[in-house]
């Protein structure tokens, strides 16, 4: 065997090693729905609901949220609005003769970041359960009292939840979340769980704690902030949103890239969690550094280095692997690999942890982006 066609395999295998115990872990511990002790709870909500050029949308969030079952003299409705066009007169005529929920409206002169945003928000929030949701998800009428439950066990401060159904359809970002949704069980019952998604979050409002300013990743932030304040923080596939993607390779890339940047920074930020925590800085923490920060430079690795091996052993002929990846992309983006769509959604992951990373080391990924509007008529 040649020197090269080894170096390929013994990369391969090193990058498959933590995900294969990963595998044998999943087996040996069988997670399964919720670790929390649940039990029915109606605490009182603030809602924290954080806008930035939403007029395409914002009243029929408006409505889900009105339509979800809990009752709503609990509820107080928290918007951060940043907007320029005209969200927050939609908001406000919306709520014109409305009893209840109470709303909060604080309107930010100039956009600052969702982050800065965030804060302030969860500044005023003075109900017991705090919820983050953004305006491009739809929720289900039980999540409230699903949360409520998890938050009832006093050991969880803080719980998230599933996208259950990727509207606009793309096979991609599903094929991803179903597997993510399996490692975040897995996550949770060991411990608490990093990924905390934007759609739908749930604290207790005594746990809550600022967000870097900067944060990309600011709902992760403040799990990962609790989490070593002591508190556990979980994922429950009962707790259930709908949120919107594409499939198409060069259109994820916007939203995906600038997701991976916040989580890879934030990884970095916190670097001296790792072994610390119990098992969440001794196998949680890990396992996504490999998989975010590790893993798509090896991957990167393997692929030239078994190129060069391929075409120095086979000539020509050797090109077949490039082709094949490019061909498993093209087909992957339109949703065509069936049983391996999975597969090519963990790999357009790892295109967009490797993009990150790289962006990371130039410098970039400040805290304000573009709206997607193209996802947002998945709403509409
Ligand atoms: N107040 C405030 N809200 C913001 C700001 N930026 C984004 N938002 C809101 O934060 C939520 C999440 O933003 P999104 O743009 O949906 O972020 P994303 O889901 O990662 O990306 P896309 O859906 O691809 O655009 C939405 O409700 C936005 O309206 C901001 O600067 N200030
Ligand atoms: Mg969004």
Redesign the pocket.
């Known amino acids: 065997m040649s020197p090269l066609v080894a170096i390929t395999g013994t990369l391969l295998a090193v990058t498959a090693v933590p995900y294969l115990a990963f595998l044998g872990l999943y087996a040996w511990v069988g997670p399964s729905g919720s670790p929390a002790e649940k039990s029915e709870a109606k605490p009182t909500v603030s809602v924290v ?6 007029s395409q949308i914002v009243e029929t ?1 408006l409505e889900d949220l009105l339509a979800l079952d809990y009752p709503m003299e609990k509820v107080e409705l928290i ?5 320029t066009d005209d ?1 927050r007169e939609i908001i406000r005529e919306y709520f014109a003769d409305l009893e209840a929920p109470d709303l909060t409206l ?1 309107e ?1 002169d100039e ?4 982050a ?3 804060n302030e ?1 969860y500044e005023a929030a003075e109900r017991e359960m705090v919820v983050k ?5 739809k929720l289900p009428q039980n999540v409230l009292r699903e949360a409520a439950a998890n938050l009832s066990d006093p050991k969880v401060d803080a719980v998230t939840g599933r996208n259950v159904e990727v509207l606009g359809g793309s096979g991609v970002e599903s094929g991803y979340r179903g597997v993510q949704s399996h490692i975040q069980q897995l996550e949770s019952h060991l411990d608490s769980t990093l990924i905390f998604h ?2 739908f979050s749930a604290f207790e409002n005594d746990a809550l704690l600022p967000i870097d300013p900067n944060s990309l990743a600011d709902d992760t932030e403040l799990a990962l902030k609790i989490r070593r304040q002591g508190g556990r923080v979980i994922f429950d596939p009962a707790v259930q949103y709908k ?3 594409h499939s198409a390779f060069v259109k994820r890339r ?2 995906k890239d ?2 991976a940047m916040g989580l890879i920074r934030l990884l970095v930020q916190h670097r001296d969690a790792l072994g610390e925590y119990g098992k969440y800085g001794k196998l949680v923490l890990p396992f996504n550094w490999w998989f975010m920060i590790v893993s798509p430079w090896l991957l990167t690795l393997t692929l030239v280095v078994g190129t060069v091996a391929a075409i120095a052993s086979l000539g020509t002929a050797g090109a077949a692997l490039p082709v094949a990846v490019g061909l498993f992309t093209f087909l992957g983006q339109r949703d065509a690999l069936g049983p391996a769509q999975a597969l090519y959604s963990l790999f357009d992951t790892q295109v967009s942890l490797l993009r990150a990373s790289v962006e990371l080391l130039r410098g970039k990924g400040d ?6 509007t193209e ?2 008529e998945a709403f509409e």
């Open positions: 609901l954080p806008t930035y050029n939403e969030k918007v951060v609005d940043s907007s969200t604080i930010e956009r600052r970041g969702l800065p945003a965030l928000a949701t953004d305006c491009d998800s934007g759609p949120e919107a993607s916007k939203q600038r997701r805290g304000t982006w573009e709206v997607d996802l947002r």
